[in-house]
């Protein structure tokens, strides 16, 4: 009889599911979803309904490795830990000898988001004074433009969603990256909901709704001021809601009346006039419009303008106010636990040098002082995920640096190491999980022992810790101490959890007062569609990077439903269910344009890089856009580049974000 454990599922996803874990002789032989999850109750995606198949896969690493081949050739011999951490931690000594310990730079992102697991490595380089990463490769600037306007106002339960009578997926293949959401969408609809999807084209979500928006990438910013004019013009603002409660409207007023008026929109978004009209006063007309905003629309150089003119969207018609009505952009949990205690700041000697993890390319190959002679990368694939490949590879190509990667397989990155450390997977290690798309937390033991001689972030660290001679009792904890620690400090957001339920690792809800949403956390107290703190007070329409670009297509670098990021790719399966092959979506006219046939090998172009694609047309994709959804590994790929070569390392307008889908390209037949 196979023994039942629970755990968490530990990617970066909204959803945040708990898990059942059929462990047999210390093997997970099955993993289903927990049906004693509030949120996700019992169903999986794709991804994770063979964990297993990740988790025993045979190309787990299982022992460290030290290359033995050039950088990248993926010839490595087997070593031990010993060996290994001895290397690593003389190697370290001599740089700092004469560097200083700024040239090691960490790199980590989302591989697990469990925070104690996560966040392993933050006390250890703080202590080690290395350089500082800034980690904003996921969607900072949603997080900056919504900020300018709602402050800390809390997300409203995703629940709450099935109340609305009018539900708006803006910028979100809910489809893929936030399937739990869809249960309330759904329920809505069955009230009565229509259901509208705004996209660059039509995702497997757009298949589920009702209406779908196709704006020219990077324009979402005019369309919601162009759907503010409509509301503004047509008299479908609530008066009363706007003395009271929003700063500034009179100020947009004036703004949006003369500037964004439906033709002017429609020449800025592709989007008809009158579906602007009908799109806006559809919205005006609602009793609760819901929105649930994804990130998609904030990864370009005008992103957190975007987010913000979005964002005074509800605040005219007062949907802020209404239950199941509002925006959802993503649930902020993190004052539920003191992170600090983790993140140990307080081991900084001085705050060092801080490089930002879009700019890794520029970080490893510019002329930095110190230079990054040593690169420490954890739980992240950046070979893979980072933008700017070709500058990445250049980087971890130098023979000069000393490269360590600390992986679950021999990804695109791990190539490029001189060591490469093999890590637990989730069910192998104890962590503490919260959620961005829901309020839940939950507990995590582990389910089953490591795999080979896999250990976690956490031991990895602590093993580190004693070979550079940290003498703090902090590095000697285990993960389940340093567990028990953080949950030892109470906050004001875990006061009232269900603590028995909690305690046994089931996930439990974090209390949230029925009217929290609707109590206005900013300086003001008010929705702050004037913000004064910002360089620029009022929302405006400001145009992307690429808007000035030359190609003639815009490329959407976005999730598919059969991986999460780089990640998954180790299993066949999931990679036949993306099609088999890394694709380019292309509607027929540009096909037909360049003489390109369904299923051939183009290359995609632009001054950045070269990738090959095997060609999908499809009219799913509007004109001007073309598509390349997942991360794929370069052993899959057609050629030697993959979608990252195309992406830029330029920034986003606030929050220092990634600009992934700031990005033009032309597409020939492939050589
Ligand atoms: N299956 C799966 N799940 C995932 C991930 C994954 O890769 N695969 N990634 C995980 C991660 S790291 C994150 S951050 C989250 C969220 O990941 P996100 O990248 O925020 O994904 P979505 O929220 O679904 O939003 C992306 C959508 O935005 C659209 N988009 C791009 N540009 C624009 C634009 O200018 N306007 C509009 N209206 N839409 C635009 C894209 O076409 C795409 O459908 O998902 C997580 N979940
Ligand atoms: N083209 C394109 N690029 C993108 C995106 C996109 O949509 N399109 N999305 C961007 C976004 S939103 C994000 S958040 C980033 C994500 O970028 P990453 O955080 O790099 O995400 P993954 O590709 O999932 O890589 C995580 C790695 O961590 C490893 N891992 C898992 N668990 C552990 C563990 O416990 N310990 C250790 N040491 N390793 C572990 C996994 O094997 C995996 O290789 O990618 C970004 N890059
Ligand atoms: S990736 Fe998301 S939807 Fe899939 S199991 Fe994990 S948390 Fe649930
Ligand atoms: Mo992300």
Not at 65 to 86: I, Y
Not at 177 to 202: C, K, M, Q, S
Not at 260 to 275: D, F, H, N, Q, W
Not at 643 to 654: I, K, P
Request: proline content about 8%; glycine content about 8%.
């Amino acid at each position: 009889m196979p023994e039942l454990k629970r755990s968490v599922c530990p990617y970066d996803c909204p959803d945040t599911c708990g898990l059942l874990v059929e462990v047999e002789n210390g093997r997970a032989v099955r993993v289903t979803g927990d049906p004693d999850h509030p949120f996700t109750r019992g169903t999986l995606c794709p991804k994770m309904l063979h964990y297993e198949k990740t988790v025993h896969s045979s190309r787990r690493l299982t022992t460290p490795l030290v290359r033995t081949g050039p950088k990248g050739s993926g010839s490595f011999r087997p070593a031990s830990w010993d060996e290994t951490v001895a290397a690593i931690a003389s190697r370290w000594r001599e740089i700092i000898a004469v560097h200083g310990a700024e040239a090691i730079l960490p790199y980590s992102y989302a591989g697990t988001m469990g925070l104690v697991q996560r966040n392993a490595g933050h006390p250890f380089f703080h202590r080690l004074g290395a350089s500082r990463l800034e980690r904003t490769i996921c969607s900072p600037a949603k997080e900056a433009g919504w900020k300018a306007v709602m402050g800390d106002t809390p997300a409203p339960h995703p629940d709450e969603v099935a109340e609305s009578d009018l539900v708006i997926l803006w910028g979100i293949n809910a489809a893929a990256t936030n399937i739990h959401f869809l249960h309330g969408v759904r329920e809505a609809r069955r009230r009565g909901a229509p259901v509208w999807v705004i996209d660059t084209y039509r995702t497997p979500t757009a298949a589920a709704a009702d209406r779908v928006i196709l704006p020219r990438p990077g324009s979402d910013g005019a369309l919601a001021l162009g759907m503010m004019h409509v509301l503004a013009r047509d008299g479908l603002v609530d008066r009363a809601f706007l003395a009271e409660r929003v700063q500034g409207y009179d100020e947009l007023a004036e703004r949006i009346l003369p500037d964004y008026p439906p033709e002017r929109v429609a020449a800025l978004t592709g989007i008809p006039a009158a579906e602007i009209e009908e799109l806006a006063r559809r919205y005006g007309r609602a009793r609760a419009p819901f929105i649930r905003l994804g990130s998609g629309l904030s990864r370009y150089g005008n992103g957190a303008m975007t987010v913000r003119c979005i964002a005074a969207l509800p605040a005219l018609t007062g949907a802020y106010a209404v239950r199941g009505g509002g925006c959802l952009a993503s649930t902020s949990t993190g004052p539920a636990f003191a992170l600090g205690e983790v993140l140990r700041e307080d081991f900084m000697a001085r705050p060092t040098r801080v490089v930002n993890m879009n700019r890794l390319g520029h970080a490893l190959t510019g002329l930095a002082d110190p230079p990054v002679m040593s690169l420490y990368v954890y739980h992240s694939n950046p070979a893979a995920v980072t933008p700017d490949q070709n500058e990445v590879i250049r980087g971890l190509c130098r023979d000069d640096l000393f490269t360590v990667v600390h992986e679950r397989f021999l990804t695109d990155t791990a190539r490029y190491a001189d060591i490469v450390l093999p890590a637990t997977s989730s069910l192998e290690h104890a962590d503490v999980y919260r959620a961005y798309g829901t309020y839940c937390i939950q507990r995590a033991h582990p389910a089953i022992p490591p795999v080979g001689e896999s250990r976690s972030n956490w031991d990895t660290f602590a093993l580190l810790a004693g070979a550079m001679g940290f003498e703090e009792e902090f590095f000697r904890r285990s993960a389940g101490e340093m567990i028990d620690r953080l949950l030892s400090v109470p906050t004001a957001m875990r006061a009232g959890i269900d603590q028995v339920r909690f305690d046994a690792g089931l996930a439990v809800e974090l209390p949230l007062a029925p009217d929290a949403p609707r109590i206005f956390a900013t300086p003001s107290g008010k929705v702050e569609i004037l913000n004064p703190r910002e360089p620029e007070p009022l929302p405006r329409h400001i145009p992307c990077h690429e808007d000035a670009g030359e190609l003639p297509l815009r490329l959407m670098t976005a999730p598919t439903p059969y991986a999460l990021n780089a990640s998954f790719y180790e299993q066949e399966e999931l990679r036949q269910k993306q099609g088999g092959a890394m694709s380019l979506l292309l509607n027929p006219a540009e096909a037909t344009a360049r003489n390109l046939a369904e299923g051939q090998r183009v290359t995609a172009v632009n001054d950045r890089g070269r990738v090959a694609f095997i060609l999908r047309i499809t009219d799913r994709v509007p004109p001007g856009v073309a598509v390349a959804e997942g991360v794929w590994w370069l052993e899959h790929a057609p050629g030697d580049r993959t979608v990252n070569a195309l992406t830029s390392q330029r920034l986003t307008d606030r929050g220092n974000g990634s600009t992934f889908y700031d990005t033009r390209i032309e597409v020939l037949p492939a050589p």
